[in-house]
């Protein structure tokens, strides 16, 4: 291989210098959306009202706060296993893989080029040769047309070319924040759907766990209402009741069974949802083991104490809140690199190479050659696309800062319901559970008149149904007040983790 003759290096590197501190700046500006004005404190949060809770756990995650190891694994199962997980990680590939792509551009490219031939003899008798392009700015020139003994021809030619479009504007530089912020916002769908994953889990857990609940209380509820009728049969065999007390006793049985079937099909429904929630297979049942007195698996094992927040800290912690606004930062991204179409860019190129021919038994023909220059192009005529495209960008900047607004203030809305709606659900819980003491000790005094003597079994029967029945009313309270609690972490934001890729 010979060298390469040499070339004004000095007049290239004086280019290049130029060229590049053009590159750093950029006279391309944005206006962005104005930000959505927000309050200061939440009106239902209890800070907002003197209350002295403080936050009790991390909201990210939560559920490690639970003294409930079922409900623990089955999240970091589906955190780790769950199919819109896995399916919202690999957007976020794609995603990184078009930042390199976009950045690619603001580097000089580099290629490599080479060639080699061989014409027979036959091939040219009676034919000539036009001036042939083996690679760029390499032409082999023409042959004139052979009539007799035509010669053969080996031609070889190698090099490198180079070329640079200097970012004077801003423009790649435009489309590789794009690209990156994109990227951002695929991370916030990624954690908004781990937010939603982990809520859904919780969600049918607790309910799994508060029908089972239920479903031992009306089996309870049924071995009781069952021996009422006993009861009342035998009294009516004794002539001391009516037809009317056997008639009620057995309609209270019917539709206390009748509760069975619904509540059976309902807690395989939620279980083949978690199975699905951790990628399992529904067709399989899933079952939860027993509860312990350390981990009593209903809904108490729910923190009951509530976090506290700020409008400020919502906007920081929700997944949708933060990947619009990354949307926003985009497309703005976007409108600087349409608006920098207006300008002119310009270009770096430079190229080298070594090509030989051999035409028979002539002396061989060797060439080398360099070039490097720079250009720039300028858009004069384009029948108004670029302003176009520059209007279209503009507008999508502007209904992303207003969709933006718009989360915002869902965002505050389910933070405010949802501390309304588990304060409602506290003051009812309250006084269910004051109704089943209450329903409780009529029951305890109403089997001691009966074991005195002082009363028939009857109203001791149906007081301890009536106890069973507000248990069965505070389980159903308790149980939304746990929902609702999940739902309020879901509103502040929590219920998600960073996942490495």
Request: charged share 20%; with cysteine.
């Amino acid at each position: 291989m010979r060298t390469l003759p040499p070339f004004p290096l000095s007049t290239l590197l004086a280019a290049l210098t130029l060229c590049m501190v053009l590159g750093a700046c950029s006279t391309v500006s944005v206006n962005m959306p104005a930000t959505p004005v927000i309050p200061p404190v939440f009106t239902e949060v209890p800070s907002a009202n003197g209350d002295s809770q403080t936050p009790a756990t991390n909201l990210k995650q939560w559920w490690q706060a639970v003294p409930d190891p079922t409900l623990q694994t089955l999240i970091e199962q589906g955190l780790r296993q769950n199919a819109d997980i896995r399916v919202a990680l690999a957007r976020i590939k794609e995603a990184r893989a078009v930042i390199t792509q976009a950045e690619s551009a603001l580097y000089p490219t580099l290629k490599g080029f080479g060639a080699t031939g061989h014409i027979k003899p036959e091939d040219l008798q009676g034919l000539g040769m036009n001036a042939t392009p083996v690679a760029p700015g390499m032409v082999i020139p023409p042959i004139p047309q052979l009539i007799n003994n035509p010669p053969s021809t080996d031609m070889n030619v190698f090099g490198v070319a180079a070329a640079w479009e200097i970012d004077v504007f801003g423009a790649r530089r435009s489309d590789a924040d794009a690209a990156r912020q994109v990227a951002l916002a695929y991370e916030e769908k990624l954690h908004g759907t781990q937010l939603m994953v982990v809520g859904d889990i919780a969600n049918n857990y607790i309910e799994a766990r508060s029908i089972e609940h239920r479903l031992r209380l009306l089996q309870r509820s049924l071995e009781i209402a069952t021996q009422l009728r006993s009861y009342a049969q035998g009294r009516f065999d004794a002539g001391q009741a009516t037809r009317f007390d056997i008639d009620r006793a057995s309609s209270q049985i019917d539709a206390l069974a009748a509760m069975q079937a619904p509540l059976n099909a309902l807690l395989k429904t939620r279980l083949r949802r978690l199975a699905v929630l951790t990628s399992q297979s529904p067709d399989v049942p899933l079952t939860l083991p027993a509860p312990t007195a350390s981990a009593p698996a209903d809904a108490s094992v729910i923190p009951v104490q509530l976090p506290i927040v700020l409008p400020s800290d919502v906007l920081e912690q929700r997944p949708d809140v933060r990947g619009s606004a990354n949307q926003v930062r985009a497309l703005a991204a976007q409108l600087g690199s349409a608006k920098a179409d207006l300008l002119p860019r310009f270009y770096l190129g430079f190229l080298a190479g070594e090509g030989r021919v051999e035409l028979g038994s002539l002396a061989p023909s060797t060439g080398r050659f360099t070039a490097w220059g720079a250009g720039v192009q300028l858009p004069i005529f384009e029948g108004g696309r670029i302003r176009a495209n520059i209007r279209a960008a503009d507008a999508r900047l502007e209904a992303a800062g207003l969709q933006y607004e718009q989360i915002v203030m869902h965002a505050l809305e389910d933070v405010e319901n949802a501390y309304a709606i588990r304060h409602s659900l506290d003051a009812r819980t309250t006084l269910l559970a004051s109704a089943l003491e209450n329903a409780t000790e009529g029951a305890r005094h109403s089997q001691h008149l009966y074991e005195e003597g002082r009363s028939v079994l009857a109203p001791a029967l149906e007081a301890q149904l009536l106890a069973l029945q507000r248990e069965d009313e505070l389980v159903q309270a308790q149980t939304a007040r746990a929902l609702s609690t999940v739902m309020l972490y879901k509103a502040t934001g929590g219920g998600w983790q960073n996942a490495s890729l």
